[in-house]
């Protein structure tokens, strides 16, 4: 990038030239991270570990649409596993009470929880901070406890049966690695194009880019009904996956391990979060046996990365190669 | 109002007590800091395993447990501040002007650090405290109550008017005022900025320690029993207006009470669901709260 080396590094971050690249650089490294998923079934047949790994990308798409919002547009919600239980319960409730198919359960979860977030954005469009932290994570307590006691719907927390999709691992494999390189194409699209700068512009200043002309209501409504539409598709996949949808979708430690995952892959990159929530999960499900420290470590990376390096592993892994690069 | 509904509102006030130990230091956080502290609730987590632990395991009398667990908040209090918190104000952190998305992760991260630590070193047991005396009941008039309760809420009286006290009256709690009030004004002032935040977090962790060490006999600690405490403070600043003391403790009172008769007349189920809708009425309509007053800017 030649233009960028004449300005301050302040005004480069936000150049739109250096940003594209940075993303597209990004986006490329996600999709050689998603290619090396694709192939491990060809090496693991354990359906327990193919397992795991499905978990991962459930939380994957999850961390890459709270990055979207937090990361991207600077709107830290406490609620993303609360979407995802809503996708679940929308294509749940469908299919156990009224026998509509998955397929259609899944887009039906897409809209509604695109809805639910869209007008949630809307009331909390002037909050930020630890306002927004909090009216977030009271409408995610609320939810909870409304999917949890209503038990003459929902059976409480002895969860709701719902149908399967697939009978083999494998396909439910390849069917979470599409929804995952799908949701990754068209948030790279997104964020390629001018939304994606003007959502870091409300991150950055948004008065700033409210007088730049980024009509800034529609764009945080908008990065706020996309991420909960994603999520809640997420969560719709996984209720057919897992068979049974539980309260538990919406717990505040679903949120933390989403939340862990982002901050320690790098907010407000696009591969970052992705990779992070295959390292977290796996990881965790592996050192389940020995020792079982992994999810204090994780959290005190959580607090290390928050600290020390904003853009963490992400952020890391790039500053090695450039120096690397340059010796 | 009969029996029951008397029974009702001294439990329902009881429980408000134990809410403004928990809601002043948060609400003095705020005051301060104008962050969200939400690692608040395992302060009160930590305070609860450390009175049980320390009269339990080390066989001290719970009368020197009590203060203990006070002093072992204060201590994480500090720590969090001097670590954590200190870059919010001198201005090193890799955030920029996002300042409020960093407290909110850093202490989130806090939060989730220590449930998983106590959950790996201490375990997910429920422990149980001992109580502070051994009276199972005492009746007074229609209400029914623990000796323990009783004993605990005559104690969290005096600890929440010293604390009180101290903040209006004495020469560092007028400084905190200050701070909060006007922190640039205040340090022009001559006032140390850096040593109030210092003690309104050791205040804070100590004070929320002190409901947990309180409360353990009746809450049968385990590493997630913080998150309702700190979901109630969190509802309680909000109502009495962030960063006010006095509307800390009122709106304390005035939860444990709605709680109270809410549970029995409206829904045992949704009982904890009540606050939590004050909580969003009152960010989306009324941000100050009842009591709030805005900050004077320089």
Request: proline share 4%; charged share 10%.
């Amino acid at each position: 990038m030649a233009p960028s080396s004449a300005i301050s590094p302040a005004a480069s971050r936000s150049g739109a030239q250096l940003s594209n690249t940075k993303t597209t650089v990004e986006f490329r490294a996600a999709l050689v991270a998603m290619a090396i998923v694709a192939l491990i079934p060809l090496g693991v047949s354990n359906p327990y570990w193919l397992g795991v790994l499905i978990v991962s990308m459930y939380f994957a798409i999850l961390a890459g649409a709270w990055n979207l919002l937090a990361g991207y547009t600077g709107q830290f919600s406490l609620a993303p596993a609360t979407f995802a239980m809503i996708g679940a319960y929308t294509t749940g409730l469908l299919n156990h009470y009224f026998g509509v198919p998955p397929l259609l359960g899944i887009v039906a979860a897409v809209v509604v929880s695109g809805l639910v977030g869209l007008l949630l954005g809307r009331a909390v469009l002037r909050l930020v901070g630890p306002y927004l932290a909090l009216t977030t994570l009271s409408f995610a307590e609320i939810m909870r406890l409304v999917a949890s006691n209503s038990i003459d719907i929902t059976r409480g927390d002895l969860g709701l049966g719902v149908a399967g999709l697939l009978d083999s691992r494998v396909g439910w494999y390849y069917l979470f690695l599409g929804a995952l390189v799908v949701l990754l194409v068209l948030f790279y699209m997104l964020l390629r194009s001018k939304a994606g700068l003007f959502l870091q512009a409300i991150r950055d200043d948004e008065v700033a880019a409210r007088r730049a002309g980024v009509n800034v209501v529609f764009w945080k409504t908008a990065a706020f009904a996309i991420s909960a539409a994603a999520s809640g598709f997420a969560g719709a996949l996984y209720a057919h996956f897992a068979e049974l949808v539980t309260p538990e979708l919406g717990l505040i430690g679903q949120t933390g391990l989403i939340v862990s995952m982002t901050v320690i892959g790098g907010m407000g990159t696009l591969a970052g979060p992705l990779v992070a929530a295959f390292l977290v999960y796996v990881l965790s499900e592996w050192l389940r046996d020995v020792g079982g420290y992994q999810l204090a470590v994780f959290a005190a990376l959580v607090v290390i990365f928050a600290r020390f390096f904003r853009e963490g592993l992400w952020g890391l892994a790039r500053a090695a190669v450039q120096r690397w690069g340059r010796a | 109002m009969s029996g029951i509904d008397v029974d009702l509102a001294v439990n329902g006030l009881i429980t408000g007590l134990f809410y403004a130990l928990m809601a002043i230091g948060l609400s003095l956080i705020f005051g301060i800091l104008k962050i969200v502290n939400f690692a608040h609730g395992e302060f009160y987590m930590v305070g609860a395993y450390a009175y049980t632990l320390i009269a339990l395991a080390l066989g001290v009398p719970v009368w020197i447990a009590l203060p203990l667990a006070f002093v072992v908040g204060a201590l994480l209090g500090w720590l969090t501040e001097r670590t954590l918190m200190r870059p919010l104000y001198a201005g090193y952190t890799s955030w920029g002007l996002m300042r409020d998305e960093y407290a909110v992760i850093v202490t989130f991260g806090l939060s989730l650090f220590l449930i998983n630590l106590v959950d790996k070193v201490i375990g997910p047991y429920a422990y149980r405290g001992p109580p502070l005396v051994e009276t199972s009941r005492v009746v007074l008039g229609p209400v029914l109550i623990s000796g323990h309760r009783l004993l605990a809420a005559g104690i969290a009286i005096a600890v929440i008017a010293v604390t009180a006290a101290l903040i209006k009256w004495s020469f560092w709690g007028q400084q905190i005022r200050a701070v909060s009030q006007n922190r640039l004004g205040a340090s022009l002032a001559g006032i140390d900025t850096a040593k109030a935040s210092v003690i309104v977090f050791m205040l804070s962790g100590g004070l929320a320690a002190f409901a947990g060490a309180l409360l353990s006999p009746v809450i049968n600690a385990s590493p997630d029993v913080g998150i309702f405490p700190a979901i109630k403070s969190y509802i309680i600043v909000v109502l009495g207006g962030m960063g006010s003391v006095p509307g800390a403790i009122i709106a304390s009172l005035f939860l444990g009470v709605i709680e109270s008769f809410g549970a029995v007349y409206i829904s045992f189920q949704y009982r904890d669901a009540f606050g939590l809708i004050l909580l969003m009425l009152f960010l989306l309509f009324r941000p100050q709260g009842l009591f709030g007053e805005k900050g004077r800017e320089v």
